[in-house]
């Protein structure tokens, strides 16, 4: 299978406060994952793509300093909200794909208060 | 980049009627075309795709059309119960896997008892 765990679950954090968002593949090694934000009635929406050891490619429109993302290994990657502010709450969801290897993570619910 | 177009955006249909979906992609290159079900606050779930080598592919209830000539691919599913309401997505990429998916605006499909 491909199966992406995602922690946390849900998360409410105070404005201007950041939160780190894990995504891991638990039966594969992910050597690319992506990161998705989805509003409330909305489609996925890409935000960045990783892979394992380099930077991550975002998507036009991202701020790459206020979304940081980590690669460090092929099993784990994570997501900082830095300075959180109420625009940001949404549903984050984590993808990870190996070769012909897709999963996708429960996703994590954020509210910025 | 690649541009999904999805419609129509909310569809209901009484219990036992077919439902069908139907997208449009702008770059020819892309090869994958999964579709996804997410219902509230869950993951997406893929429920079925095809490649650009195939014109069409069954699963039980659920089928996808593909013509690459016009850039278009249809979900088509009979039969429909009450558990088929959900959101639907189309995606398209250029492989499948570790390659980043881009997403349809999403089908509320209700199915009417």
């Known amino acids: 299978g491909a199966v992406v765990s995602q922690h946390p679950s849900w998360v409410i954090c105070k404005s201007g406060t950041s939160v780190k968002i894990e995504c891991r593949s638990l039966d594969f090694q992910a050597t690319t994952m992506f990161w998705y934000r989805q509003f409330p009635k909305q489609s996925l929406m890409l935000m960045a793509t990783s892979n394992e050891g380099s930077k991550a490619t975002y998507e036009q429109g991202v701020e790459k300093d206020k979304f940081l993302i980590n690669h460090a290994s092929l099993t784990l990657s994570t997501l900082t909200v830095t300075s959180a502010h109420p625009e940001d709450s949404s549903f984050y969801i984590c993808s990870a794909g190996q070769g012909t290897k897709r999963g996708f993570g429960p996703g994590t619910r954020l509210t910025v208060t | ?113």
């Open chain 2, 1 to 113: 980049g690649e541009n999904v177009e999805q419609h129509p955006s909310t569809l209901s249909v009484q219990e036992g009627d077919s439902a069908v979906i139907k997208c449009t992609y702008s770059d020819s290159a892309s090869n994958y075309f999964p579709w996804y079900k997410q219902e509230l606050g869950k993951r997406p779930q893929l429920i079925i795709d095809i490649r650009s080598n195939v014109g069409e592919k069954k699963d039980q209830r659920i089928a996808v059309t593909l013509n690459k000539t016009a850039k278009h691919f249809s979900l088509h599913i009979t039969e429909t119960q009450p558990e088929d309401s959900a959101v639907y997505f189309c995606a398209a990429s250029m492989v499948q896997g570790a390659q980043k998916l881009v997403f349809g605006q999403g089908t509320r499909l209700t199915i009417n008892p």
